[in-house]
């Protein structure tokens, strides 16, 4: 019996003591504070990726709405007149119809897959197509002259999702401004740069933003949050009036310009526009896509028409860098 007592003791598993357990635990905290950051790089990596292919996928709906609609670039003027005059029974009735006047994007995409109620369109646009890097949402609170749909959609959504994609001005103005005493924006032929902008560089007295009129090597569409510092900060109105820093929820001044809402290095917002780990991504009419350092965007040739004129008023020290100076024409 003792013989078999003691052939019983030897077979006794022994478990974990304390210190096993705790080597295992730190091990396992080591390797997930070493995957969590690969995680974590591989997610905003992703997110770059995707926010490039949308701005491909604009650039070339753009290109195919100019083809269709002789040459002309979508917004403000052309795709956008048509909300000079619109009731809001007809805008929450067609799905075609752009949520703004600086709106580019429903041009640009598919209106099949859309809602003919103005409000359920803009959130989607905004939130579907936007780029997943964009997190912010926008309290109702902060948004003015909003539609009953808008403001009904927004309420639903618990805000409006912060826009991700801004075209420059530059490619929405014409050459030629409001003519003098107009009262209506009806009258108006095209709608022209503000003296503020024009200051700053002066589109060819010609220039009307097609797309026959745009250069390769110059940026159509950029990454962008078009934040401003006054409440409420974003207008969703369906007609906003031309006027210096009034571009909606989808255009923007450019980064030349040294106090742009959506590009000024020095307000809290622009982690927003420039969101991929210090780059932000660019489409160029010819449908690149990259991924750039701000302070690589410096050079006033990259977003303004060929033949304008730089003027230098209330441009950004920077571009100084790449040898602008006052009165020098743009290539």
Known sequence: MRNGMSRGARHTSKGFTLIELLVVVAIIALLIGILLPAIGAARRSGWQAKGAANLRSFMQGMIQYANANRFALPGLNSSGRSLETIATTTIDSRADLPTQNWDWIVPSVDDRDLSSNHGQRLIRI?????????????????????????????????????????????????????????????????????????????????????????????????????????????????????ADAAYGLFGSSTPIRNDSKAYDSTQDNIALSVRHNGRMNIVKWDASVSAEKLDDLYDVRLWFPSNSIFQGGGANPKVARFGWTAGKVIN
């Open 126 to 242: 905004l939130r579907e197509l936007g780029c997943p890097a964009m997190r912010t949402i926008i309290p109702v609170s902060q948004v003015q002259n909003a539609t009953a749909s808008v403001t009904a959609a927004m309420t639903a959504n618990a805000g409006l999702p912060g826009p991700s994609y801004l075209m420059p001005a530059p490619w929405q103005w014409a050459g030629t401004t409001e003519p003098s005493g107009t009262t209506s924006g009806a009258n108006v032929t095209r709608y022209g740069q503000p003296s503020a902008e024009a200051s700053l560089v002066q589109l060819p007295s010609g220039w009307s933003p097609r797309l026959d009129r745009t250069a390769p090597n110059k940026i159509g569409i950029a990454d962008g949050f078009p934040d401003v510092t006054s409440s409420p900060r974003f207008n969703a109105a369906p007609w906003v009036p031309v």
